[in-house]
């Protein structure tokens, strides 16, 4: 599989002490690099096209530290597709081993900071679906990310606060679990809103 862009992809997002391993992952075991505006609800994904093969999407904005892991959550998946076909469950125990076995490597090679190599290593013990069901570790990548240097989000914010998103306006309401019920003054509807969501500046 052929695609002389994904190596130049791969060099200007990822941490460099990361580049060969993840660089040989793709060689070894092919598949389309394709990245995406910013996505709230995910950083990135696989699927199987009968035309094209394997595809993997990341988000283009994702930090180094963020964009080295979702790589290799989205790898797993082709990992396992390539062992298994579609029998397993899409963040089953297949793919949480998957997961653990190709992060091994770069948890070697000491890429990230103590806390968030730490808290990365509590991830790994039992993997989650998506790396931002885990809020401690979404804080912290968002520690060592620029771009959240002058975000706020919804959990900052006091009770009963009005404030925009995508330019619609919502007021704060009580937290459950991990979202805040929010109403939308214009409408009338309820929604429950992630606490780590970014509002608009």
């Given at each position: ?68 892991v979702t790589y290799i959550h ?128």
């Open positions: 599989m052929k695609n002389p862009d994904t190596e130049k992809l791969l060099r200007s997002h990822l941490p460099e002490k990361a580049l060969d391993y993840c660089l040989d992952l793709w060689k070894r075991y092919p598949f389309q690099l394709k990245l995406k505006g910013s996505r709230t609800t995910r950083a990135g994904d696989f699927c199987h096209h009968k035309e094209t093969g394997p595809v993997i999407t990341l988000n283009k904005d994702l930090s180094p530290f963020l964009f080295l989205e790898f797993s998946h082709h990992a396992v597709r390539m062992i298994y076909g579609n029998k397993p469950l899409p963040h089953g125990k297949e793919w949480k081993l998957a997961f653990q076995t190709f992060m091994k490597p770069v948890m070697e090679l000491k890429i990230f900071p103590e806390d968030l190599q730490l808290r990365l290593a509590h991830h790994l013990v039992n993997p989650k679906a998506s790396s931002f069901s885990d809020q401690q570790l979404t804080a912290l990548f968002r520690k060592y990310d620029e771009q959240w240097a002058n975000k706020t989000i919804v959990s900052q914010l006091e009770e009963g606060s009005m404030f925009t998103i995508r330019g619609r306006i919502f007021q704060k309401g009580k937290k459950r679990r991990t979202r805040f019920v929010c109403s939308e003054p214009k409408t009338g509807r309820v929604y429950l809103i992630p606490a780590d969501l970014p509002i608009d500046h």
